[in-house]
């Protein structure tokens, strides 16, 4: 089983509320402005890249075994370069799981983001709920989706949306 990395326009609206977190991966997106003639295919489109070499080629558990450090064990977070950092940061874009983004919210902005199954006729749906200090904020929204990771994906945009409007 895999953790659920969010899709690139949640990734999108991350970025625009602050989030800067290090993590794994990372989307790289062409902007026409930038690419248009180096990757004419690849324009407007986004990449997810691995944020470690050592993650792509070694990944058999949380930690490597490279040549630069023969005989010590390397914890793979501290290898993670802050994309932030990057000459290219304006098209780059920390891509973290759906959970390091939940508890982002909830961390930092107080958004709780619960998921509920729902049994409609002989199949599962799924739910998302908002809320922030008591208060649910979509109570009356009642879209179902086929998946937890669905919900979840759809429930982080939502509350990404949320705090955007409300910042000045």
């Known amino acids: 089983m ?56 070694y990944s058999p558990g949380r930690r490597c075994e490279t040549i630069e450090y023969e005989e010590a064990w390397v914890d793979l977070d501290d290898l993670l370069k802050d994309v932030n950092e990057y000459p290219a940061r304006d098209v780059m874009f920390q891509a973290p799981t759906q959970s390091l983004l939940q508890k982002y919210l909830r961390d930092e902005f107080d958004i709780h983001i619960g998921i509920d199954m729902k049994r409609h006729f002989k199949s599962n749906q799924w739910v998302y709920h908002i809320s922030k200090d008591d208060f649910v904020f979509n109570d009356i929204i009642r879209l179902c989706y086929a998946s937890y990771e669905e919900a979840l994906e759809e429930g982080l945009i939502y509350a990404l949306n949320l705090i955007r409007t409300s910042q000045p």
């Open 2 to 57: 895999k953790d659920q990395i969010i899709s690139f326009p949640t990734a999108k609206l991350a970025k625009e509320i602050g989030f800067k977190e290090k993590t794994h991966h990372y989307y790289f997106f062409y902007e026409p402005k930038e690419y248009k003639k180096l990757y004419p295919e690849k324009v407007g489109t986004a990449e997810l890249e691995s944020n470690s070499k050592c993650l792509v080629k």
